[in-house]
């Protein structure tokens, strides 16, 4: 086998642990943790202290969007001049933006949503055949074909290539809208029933997965997506379309 890729992982939530998982059969992995500052971080990976996580030849910042800003503002001068940093936020023209201004300009720097988490690796049986997007910002083609050949062919993920910009107006509706009516089938307590129609079914579905998701998640889709806004606006618009409609069919 050649030899393992050296990657560091800043933060150490659900899905790192899911990166931790399957990546370590490729790669020699150090991950921060502000709760650990050493040991077992599983699979062979082990935590370490900022400044080695930041100064590894590739680095993924695995914490939500709306925390870009501050944490490579403040760690600037830790961050390895001539890594590769990948992105695997939900949302991508935010904190690609803000990486492209705050890294060192000597970066690489590509954007990746990787589509799954724990929940549908397991409805899945693990990862063959999930989906990842790839956004490219600042890298050689050299780097961006390596990456993508390492997420078809060793992780056998379906590679979808999308600019943040195109990537970002799908989702608005891909996850703007389902992880919003899923947080409002959660906040109604939504019963499950003997006389589920699947279509109910699939609504039960969101409120117990998407959610569940932490709260930081769903911010970073609501806020950090410049899109969602306006699904989110058309969304009401045709909640009180639909209402009006009925109210007419009820006065006749």
Known sequence: MSEKFKVGIIGYGDFTKVMVEYLSPYAEIIVSSREYKSGNAGHGAKFARLDRVLASPIIIPSIPSQFFEEFFSSNSDLINPNALVIDVCSVKVKPLATLEK???????????????????????????????????VRASEDAVKKLETFVTESLKLKLLRRTAEEHDKEMAYVQGLSHYIARLMDIMNIPESELSTLAYDELLAMKKIQAKDTWD???????????????????KHAQNKLDSKIKLLKNK
Do not use: Q
């Open 217 to 235: 998640l769903f911010e970073s889709i609501m806020h950090d997506n410049p899109y969602a806004i306006e699904i989110n606006k058309k969304f």
């Open 102 to 136: 705050l890294l060192p300009k000597t970066c690489s720097i590509i954007g990746t949503h990787p589509m799954f988490g724990p929940a549908s690796i397991k409805k899945n049986g693990g990862i063959d055949g999930l989906r990842c997007v790839v956004s490219t």
